[in-house]
């Protein structure tokens, strides 16, 4: 399977929960895609699959088309067996929110957040982050191919790589599928660590500016809109499918290294496939292994996983 990314809740031990979407039946030789959302979770948002036809995404009428679940995510079955590159798009409609995971609270989804992919196949993953939105801003530059689209994953991946992200993986802790594999939890922890990182970004540092060198957090603005300028200023920072300035990826990078992620709202999906939302400080064990049992795992098993969850995290 071909897994691409991108794509956080009133926390604590009675943290909400909400139903999974089942994915959508994949029909003898279809192709699908699913994965995702989060910026936070984005839920109720309106995703469009894209196929990229003679270097272009084709026109939004023309993309299959669903809607982000209550856990973000999204599931698309192609009715015409496409298998060449693609573009995945989030987009706002009324009814869409995001978590803010500083709060635990929903807030509006007022942006479009992208990610893409080399090829289509039977069964694709691809998440949708500020990350993916990233490589997808970046190869938007040029006629975009299949070779395109790696390059410019790999781009943004090497220029994240001091915050360990991987953009193929899940942005929530999967007890229900990995309860048992503590390296990808270790990465998903990560993941959901980098997002919330880039929620304090937003609000508390002055070095991710718009396009007009305005701070996302200049006095006035709401989190929507501090969100939602965090995410474009991250995608600025490309300027090829292969290339970054290098002034916008150090302020990039220390604006969201200065966080200290000592309360974050964490989205878990328990065994029972809800999700549970757990508040913790993601820089102490006993706070991340306390949330783990939370949500369902046990004492052993938190124990375990936490020791070295503590020391894959950055």
């Known amino acids: 399977m071909l897994t691409v990314s991108a794509l ?25 895609v699913s994965g995702t959302a989060a910026k936070g979770i984005i839920k109720q948002a309106k995703v469009l699959v894209c196929r990229i036809v003679n270097g272009v995404p084709e026109a939004d009428a023309s993309c299959a088309s669903t809607t982000t679940g209550n856990d973000g995510s999204y599931s698309v079955t192609m009715g015409d067996n496409f298998t060449g590159p693609a573009m995945i798009k989030i987009m706002a409609t009324p009814a869409s929110t995001m978590m803010d995971e500083t709060t635990g609270t929903d807030i509006p989804y007022n942006m479009t957040m992208r990610a893409v992919v080399p090829a289509i196949s039977r069964t694709t993953t691809v998440h949708v982050t500020p990350f993916s939105e990233m490589a997808a801003s970046a190869v938007s530059t040029t006629t975009i191919d299949a070779t395109k689209i790696s390059q410019s994953i790999a781009a943004v991946q090497s220029l994240m790589l001091p915050l360990g992200v991987d953009m193929s993986v899940m942005p929530m802790l999967d007890l229900k599928n990995n309860g048992s594999d503590t390296a990808t939890l270790t990465m998903q922890a990560n993941m959901v660590k980098q997002l919330a990182r880039v929620a304090m970004a937003a609000k508390n540092s002055g070095l991710l500016k718009d396009a007009n060198g305005v701070a996302c957090n200049t006095t006035g603005t709401t989190s929507s809109q501090q969100f939602a300028c965090a995410v474009t200023a991250m995608a600025a920072v490309m300027n090829s499918y292969v290339t970054s300035d290098a002034t916008k990826s150090a302020n990039m990078l220390a604006a969201l290294n200065a966080q200290n992620v000592t309360a974050v709202n964490m989205p878990i999906l328990r065994l029972d496939g809800s999700i549970d939302m757990e508040l913790a400080d993601m820089t102490s064990s ?19 996983t936490i020791n070295t969850m503590m020391h894959g995290m950055h």
């Open 8 to 32: 956080a809740g009133c926390g604590g031990s009675g943290g909400g929960s909400g139903s999974v979407n089942a994915p959508a039946p994949v029909l003898s030789n279809a192709t699908s």
């Open 286 to 304: 006993a706070s991340m292994q306390s949330a783990m049992q939370n949500a369902g795992m046990t004492v052993n098993a938190a124990a375990n």
